[in-house]
């Protein structure tokens, strides 16, 4: 059998790099988006299709959630004790997407370790998340939409998120529902496990 040497030394090279970036020395570029609540999206009104949208705001609301996370229970107690709501779309009564929703400053202490300001009449969606069987779904979207729609009827009028600049689908995503990039941004970097961020300005301005 014949090996090609130049393909197994990039392979070689891809996993040198996959390691290094999870175990070792990483940084990521966190983009941030705006979006007033009464701007309309590229997205029509979706038909539900036997999903439901359900909210959670203590933790007896997470029940649905829990069961289908369990080994995520912990961050979404957290979440709901420090206020914040949980977005979660339901089919066949299993949690097939979610997302969180914080109406204060938010400081992320597990990810990124950065701090989003969150002034009056903003709300910062953070955290979502659509089980691998329903990406490319109307599950996400949906779950935005109602989220959209239950905080606009409460009178708030901008939405915020922040997104890797590598995730292109979320960050596509999010500009079909009206977001525009905004100059903050910040480099989250990782060393041997320890995790700070910095702010700074965008290095990229992201397009469809």
């Known amino acids: 059998m014949t090996v090609n040497k130049s393909t197994s030394r990039s392979s070689l090279l891809t996993r040198i790099r996959k390691f290094t970036r999870d175990h070792i020395y990483d940084v990521d570029h ?15 009104k979706l038909d539900p299709k036997g999903t439901t949208v359900k ?15 369990p ?3 912990h961050f979404f107690r957290e979440y709901v004790a420090n206020g914040m709501t949980a977005f979660f779309a ?21 990810l990124w370790k950065n701090t989003v300001e969150v002034g009056e009449g903003q709300l910062f969606q953070f955290a979502g998340f659509v089980v691998p069987g329903s990406r490319g779904s109307i599950a996400g979207l949906l779950v935005i939409q109602h989220m959209h729609e239950y905080y606009k009827e409460r009178g708030f009028t901008t939405a915020l998120t922040t997104i890797d600049s590598d995730n292109r689908p979320s960050w ?4 079909k529902l009206g977001f525009d990039q905004v100059d903050q941004a910040w480099d989250a970097y990782k060393l041997f496990g320890f995790r700070w961020s910095r702010p700074t300005k965008a290095r990229c301005q992201v397009k469809l």
Do not use: G, Q, W
């Open 172 to 175: 596509s995503m999010v500009l």
């Open 90 to 110: 339901v089919k066949s009564d299993d949690v097939i997407a979610y997302s969180f929703v914080a109406t204060d400053d938010f400081y992320d202490k597990h």
């Open 30 to 44: 966190i983009l941030f988006f705006s979006k007033p609540l009464d701007r309309p999206s590229k997205f029509r």
């Open 71 to 73: 080994e995520r229970a």
């Open 55 to 69: 909210i959670a705001s203590n933790e007896a609301e997470l029940a649905l959630m829990i069961a289908s996370f």
